[in-house]
């Protein structure tokens, strides 16, 4: 929502950002990466071509220091903060994790925001997300008035009404997807296959028994029916050894992605069913 009133201002360039979410390409990838060079050869990039620029970044406070700002020329920070409980159920949504821990991490995350912010020497602009929605021509004039930006009525109030809280296209942008399934018991070797769509590494499943984590394992093993399904080459198979468990044939077994909620189709079988 910040984001796009930002781009709508001319202060941040949807051309350099994801679709949808808005965050910097260039910016992310040189922050996740630790490029402090190629950070400081980014920003003297912009400077040139700019007077005022601005991008978005999750959780800035987790790549730079706050005595890192100094790197940019007139660096002003605009932090957006909503209801932690929000904030941990979109995360739990997005992420497919336990809606409590979301939410502890939410609580953890704001206050370390907060110790960054209080650290940071330059100007700086709380939006609260609830507030912001409910009068959106009043945000539309404070941020322009932050980054000092003239705005007549028209484009406060174009931008004011390009406000659309919980967007199922963001929601659906913002959501990590996985797919995979458990095939069967095959000579004792319980057997499937499970990845993150659009990214290449592997993911760390667990096998539950009865509700009871039992065992981890890394899905990277080559399958050539997922190769040939255009899947990264397709090492994202799976093959666990139930021999060594002392599983009975009734024992309820499960698969799901490592610390997550995500469960493969196939789970929550009893062992007799799974046999092959």
């Known amino acids: 929502m910040i984001a796009a009133i930002l781009a709508g201002l001319g202060v941040l360039c949807r051309d350099r950002s994801y679709d949808v979410t808005l965050e910097d390409r260039e910016f992310l990838h040189l922050l996740i990466t630790r490029d402090l060079p190629g950070l400081t050869a980014a920003i003297a990039a912009r400077n040139q071509t700019s007077p005022v620029w601005g991008f978005k970044i999750p959780s800035i406070h987790g790549y730079l220091e706050a005595e890192q700002l100094r790197l940019f020329r007139n660096p002003h920070l605009l932090i957006v903060m909503r209801d932690p409980v929000g904030i941990g159920l979109r995360h739990a949504i997005s992420e497919h994790m336990d ?3 979301s939410f502890l991490d939410a609580a953890r995350g704001q206050y370390d925001l907060a110790c960054f912010l209080e650290a940071a020497d330059c100007p700086t602009l709380l939006v609260s ?4 929605i409910r009068h959106p021509y ?11 930006i003239s705005i007549n009525q028209d484009k406060q109030a174009a931008l004011a009404q390009s406000i659309r809280p919980e967007s199922e296209e963001y929601n659906r942008a913002a959501t990590r997807r996985f797919e995979g399934r458990i095939d069967g018991i095959f000579n004792g070797m319980l057997t499937g296959w499970c990845r993150e769509i659009g990214e290449s590494r592997p993911l760390s499943v667990e096998l539950l028994v009865d509700g009871v984590v039992a ?5 990277n093993q080559h399958r050539i029916d997922l190769e040939a399904a255009g899947m990264n080459g397709g090492c994202h ?3 666990i050894d139930i021999t060594t468990l002392g599983i009975l044939p009734e024992a309820i077994l499960t698969v799901r992605i490592s610390g997550r909620t995500f469960e493969l189709p196939g789970s929550r079988q009893p062992v007799r069913l799974l046999l092959r």
Do not use: S, W
């Not at 997300?129 to 912001?132: F, I, L, P, Q, R």
């Not at 539309?140 to 000092?148: D, E």
């Not at 065992?215 to 899905?219: H, N, P, S, W």
């Open 129 to 132: 997300y609830e507030k912001g």
């Open 237 to 239: 198979g799976f093959q």
């Open 138 to 148: 009043r945000l539309v004039l404070t941020l322009a008035r932050f980054c000092a």
């Open 99 to 101: 809606p409590t821990l």
């Open 215 to 219: 065992c981890g394992i890394t899905a």
